[in-house]
């Protein structure tokens, strides 16, 4: 968790979610938010498009299930029956009919009174690409060849305006990488 520990105030909302059922993770890297959920005793079910990531994760958190595959691909656990999704980093790849179209399905995913927990790129994120790219769409751009999207308060509220009820929405810096990140942190329960 050093560096960036934004999952440690969310535990106790989590394991109250969670209700013993395995945490849904979406782009989980080479497993670091994977590794908090294991530490505060939570079962976790991620997901993880690049193999390189995703053999990092199996060996950084062993007894976490990590599925190689795209996030649009079927979930791996059943429609409605899951308490908490995390999805730090990982809804910015896609054009806006693909990103509402991830979040309904999350919706889906999750119980009555589930909840996500985001992060999203937010536009002042100058220094992950932000500005100075081709741009594909509004605040979506061609980053070293890949899309990105970079979300502002109201993008933010559009995403989330049907079947959501935001227990909290704050514009951060965070201290992952080489440079501050600017981002919107999102807890979001699902309102039925």
């Not at 969670?18 to 939570?42: F, K, M, N, W, Y």
């Not at 190689?68 to 079927?74: H, L, M, S, T, V």
């Not at 970079?150 to 201290?175: N, Q, T, Y």
Request: charged share 25%; proline share 7%; hydrophobic share 40%.
């Amino acid at each position: 968790m050093a560096g960036d520990p934004w999952l440690a105030r969310w535990l106790p909302l989590i394991a109250e979610r969670a209700g013993g059922q395995p945490v849904l993770e979406l782009g989980c890297g080479g497993g670091r938010d994977t590794a908090t959920l294991i530490a505060a005793g939570h079962r976790a079910v991620a997901i993880e498009l690049s193999p390189e990531a995703a053999a990092r994760a199996r060996e950084r958190v062993p007894s976490a299930k990590i599925h190689c595959q795209d996030i649009r691909a079927p979930f791996p656990l059943a429609a409605g029956s899951v308490g908490v999704v995390v999805a730090s980093l990982s809804l910015h790849y896609f054009d806006w009919p693909e990103t509402s179209m991830l979040v309904n399905r999350v919706r889906t995913a999750l119980r009555p009174e589930g909840v996500l927990l985001c992060r999203l790129n937010s536009t002042n994120d100058h220094h992950f690409g932000a500005v100075g790219h081709p741009e594909i769409e509004r605040n979506f751009y061609l980053v070293d060849g890949a899309p990105k999207r970079f979300f502002d308060r109201d993008s933010v509220d559009r995403l989330f305006a049907h079947g959501w009820h935001p227990i909290s929405v704050e514009e951060k810096v965070i201290d992952r990488y080489d440079h501050p990140k600017s981002v919107w942190e999102a807890v979001l329960e699902r309102d039925d």
